[in-house]
């Protein structure tokens, strides 16, 4: 499906136009399963968070932000909400990402078949060491080098300075790829 | 004289004798340049060090094409029936149920606040202490009002006029202004000192002495004890609204003795409780 201008579709979904807000759902449902994924293990579950973050939404549609602002207002509030779906849980930090075997379910519109399944496997690979590392390299790569939001927004997101994302990520980027390759060793092991 | 080489292992020696491996800094340098290139001078240096290293190199290797791959993890397959679902809890909902009723929604926003002991416990904290500051002990305020209202209500015994003789009538009326007069004291009374403890709070945040300092604290003692008494009531009131909204579980009875007992609760039906009520109100 082509992706609509945004702005106008902001303002047909606060208009009240429910084919504007049925292509928002598909057009941002992606991202925000992504998201509930990387706060929450079990698919399900990930399934039902991100279906309350599109309620929330619809719910406040009166006072979404600008196009221009959008994709780091929506992380936001799919952050919020999943940090209290963790809290009502009384888990107190992201759990660990997808499990292996639910990677295959990433989209993923690649185009022949052999590529698709190195790339699948790369990615498979590089969700499992994303599970391994700490909750705060985890969200700041997520949000940071997977959603890609900019320094200065996942430090307002946060409430840490810039220079603490900066260092954060490149420690983060570093931890990932050791992990990375910590694992392929492990399976490269008979 | 003829500098001689050293063995491949002797730089790691030095640096394990001093520094340590320079491969976290590396590699530290490494990780931060997927969108900005590394100055001259420490790619010169990450170069010498990845000639020399071959962990550092497979890493220099790995990075950017974990780095590549981060990006196509931003979206996820929601699965089959994602969007009807989204849809059916949202814009195909029965008008009006769009927004959660106020029962579920005060629900969940208890489960929320009570999901954060802390946050709920200072909550209650704040406010209980404005309204200790605002009117004081609450017990002393509730009973003030209560009495007030039971002056102002209608007597509890029906005023009874004999046809003819007008004194019965003119004795309770005159009993009931007196009462009134009464009231109208204790109120003024119960204000006055209300205004004297808030001139005297007043006046001591102003003093330095250090008399008055200590009444200032006797007295925020005083308001932190009762704040915490009515913190402590108010969470237990809201926890036993939270359990009368809830629909109670249809469980069998069990007695002391450990029998399962389906037996009529021992309350007295609804009905008997009003009509008990009525003769205490006529009493």
Redesign the interface.
Known sequence: MEHLDLGILIARCQAGDELAWEAFVRQFQGRVCAIARSYVADRDEARDLAQEIFVRLYETRGRWVAADAFIAWLCQVARNRAIDYLRRRRAREPRVALPEEEGAHVADPSPGPAAALEQRSRRRLVQAALGRLSALSREIVMLRDVQGLSVREVATMLGVPAGTVKSRASRARVELAEEVLALGRERSQP | MTPVEPDATFAGDVLARTSGPACPRA??L???T?DAPMPPVDRALVDAHLERCGACR??AV??P???E???????????PG??A???A???QAPPGS??APWRDRWLAWW??LA??PRIAWEAAYALTLVLVLVVGDPVKAWDSAAAGLRIWSVPATPLSLPAPDLSGARAALVSRGARMAEGVGAARAWLEHRAQGAAAFAAALRADDAASESRLWIFMAEVTDLAERWGLRALSWASDLLGALRPAPVEPRTTPAGDVNPAPATEPPAGAARSSDRTERTR
């Open positions: 590699r530290l490494l990780g931060g997927p497979e890493f790995a990075l094409a974990v780095v791959v981060l990006p196509s993890l931003a979206e996820a397959d929601p699965g994602f969007t679902r989204v849809l809890a949202t814009v769009t927004a489960e929320t999901a954060r």
